[in-house]
């Protein structure tokens, strides 16, 4: 603009270049300056354009929603029941396979059963009828206790 004003004054346009730069000084150094001013007052504003882009976005994202309840109904109850089964499955595997079991000693924990020696294929575990559990209990020596 400097330039233009001298020569609009009559000075020749090479002339009135270096004219221009003499009067405004090391345009480099300025232009570090104002590269350095520029980046402070960005980095201390940014968070304030982050705060008006999250707002802008919110009330957009709030009219967006108005304009259809019933997917915002459908999609509110999808996400409710995902949470819901996600931290139900979370409480029963944390439970039953990440804590420890809630007894002194879990590490002596044993579990018995009756056989059948006489069913042909193999024999499996069979439930302990209820009198012969209390047998056990009463007879056993072997054990601290027993439960069922």
Known sequence: MKTD??????????QARR????????????RRYLTCVDRRVERHTR???????????????????GQRPTFVLAATLTLTLGIGANAA?????????LL??????????????????????????????RDNFLDWRRQSQAFDRLSA
Not at 19 to 30: L, S, Y
Not at 91 to 96: A, K, R
Not at 110 to 119: M, R, S
């Open 89 to 97: 499955i979370f409480s029963v595997i944390n439970t039953l396979l």
């Open 5 to 14: 004003e001298l020569t609009r004054d009559g000075v020749a346009p090479g």
């Open 100 to 129: 420890p079991p809630p007894f002194p000693h879990a590490d002596r924990i044993v579990q018995i059963y009756e056989t059948n020696a006489a069913y042909v294929p193999t024999p499996d575990k069979m439930a302990v009828s």
């Open 47 to 65: 968070w304030w354009w982050f705060l008006d882009d999250l707002g802008q976005d919110l009330r957009y994202g709030i009219r967006a929603l």
């Open 19 to 30: 004219e221009a730069e003499r009067q405004f000084g090391d345009i480099e150094k300025t």
